[in-house]
Every structure is written in C-alpha cells, then in structure tokens.
C-alpha cells in the first residue's frame, strides 16, 4: 500500500463539475468513512461532484482516479499498522500551501462526518471532533520557519491519529477482535 501522492492527485478534479479541492474531497471521504460502515464509491462521489459524463475521455480518467483513491484511503483508514495518510500537500511544498491543505482537509473531514448522524457519547471522539474543527479554522499564512514546519507536522500527526481514533471508536475493526470466551 503506498501514500497517495497529493502533487500527482490535485489535478484530479478539476475537469469535473465539483467546487471541492482533493483535499477535501478527501477529507469528505474519510469523514463518510468513519460513520457509515458500507460507503460505496457512489455515495461519495454524489457528495462531491455535481454530475458526471463517463463518456468524456477526461472525466472518465478523473473517475477511475477517484476509485483509486477510494480503494486505496479505505484500505488504509482499515489498515492494522495505521498505515493512513492525510491527502495534502507535502513538505516539498510551501508551508502555506501544506496549511491550506490540511484546513480543507479537516472542513472536508467535518463535513463527512455530518452526512450520518454520529450516535457517540465517547468523549474522546466528540474531544477530536471539536479539535479538528478548530484546526480547520486555523490561518494559513505561515511564514516558512524551522519551528512552523515543526508545529504543522505535529497538527498534521495530530489530526492522522485523531481520525483513526475516531474510526476504531465508530467502526471497530473486527479483525482485532477476539472472544474472551475462546480464550478459555
């Protein structure tokens, strides 16, 4: 399984009827993720784009595109070595554009969440949600320093682990699950 390649993926959606940056279609997907158990593909592009022609070359790229990206944040999202990456900009870009990313992210993310009534009184998930919705409001013009940079990866850890949180408390894996009554 490899990280999604945000610089290779941006372009994705910009020939399709969709005011959403991938990042927070992204975020969306993630989001939908964590609250309903049998997300499809179709449920989450009828979020994020308007309409689609599969019979134009373009789009019909963009789609398989968006299936890739699909599969492959699912994946993740349930992979046991918390193997999940935050589509946004990398450390190549500049630190502005990484914060940018990662506010559409997170609003992307909120959003997901709000498609599904999220029936939780963990109050460590509602603490998370409430984080990530402050983080989402945060500036994005940072200058590009040393301890910036340091305290964006940190946020950007922040909200990784946060969201796994989120989805192990929602949707707990069952491929972890042992019955304490074999055990015996």
């Known amino acids: 399984m490899k990280p999604l390649d945000y610089n290779a993926l941006k372009t994705t959606l910009h020939t399709l009827n969709t005011d959403d940056s991938i990042a927070s279609a992204h975020g969306i997907l993630c989001g939908f993720a964590c609250v309903k158990p049998e997300l499809t593909l179709a449920d989450w592009l009828n ?83 409430k984080d990530i919705s402050a983080i989402s409001t945060l500036d994005s013009a940072l200058l590009d320093t040393e301890q910036n940079t340091q305290d964006l990866n940190e946020i950007i850890e922040f909200v990784r682990i946060g969201v796994l949180l989120i989805q192990e408390i929602l949707q707990p894996s069952k491929q972890d699950f042992i019955n304490p009554a074999i055990l015996h």
Do not use: R
Request: proline share 1%; hydrophobic share 40%; aromatic share 4%.
């Open 47 to 129: 979020e994020i784009i308007v309409s689609m022609d599969l019979n134009n070359l373009n789009e019909q790229s963009a789609h398989e595109t968006l299936a890739m990206i699909f599969n492959e944040s699912l994946a993740q999202l349930n992979d046991p070595t918390l193997n999940f990456q935050l589509l946004i900009a990398d450390e190549e870009a500049k630190l502005s554009e990484q914060a940018t990313t990662l506010i559409d992210w997170c609003q992307g993310y909120l959003t997901g969440l709000g498609l599904q009534k999220i029936s939780t009184n963990d109050e460590d998930v509602l603490e998370m949600i």
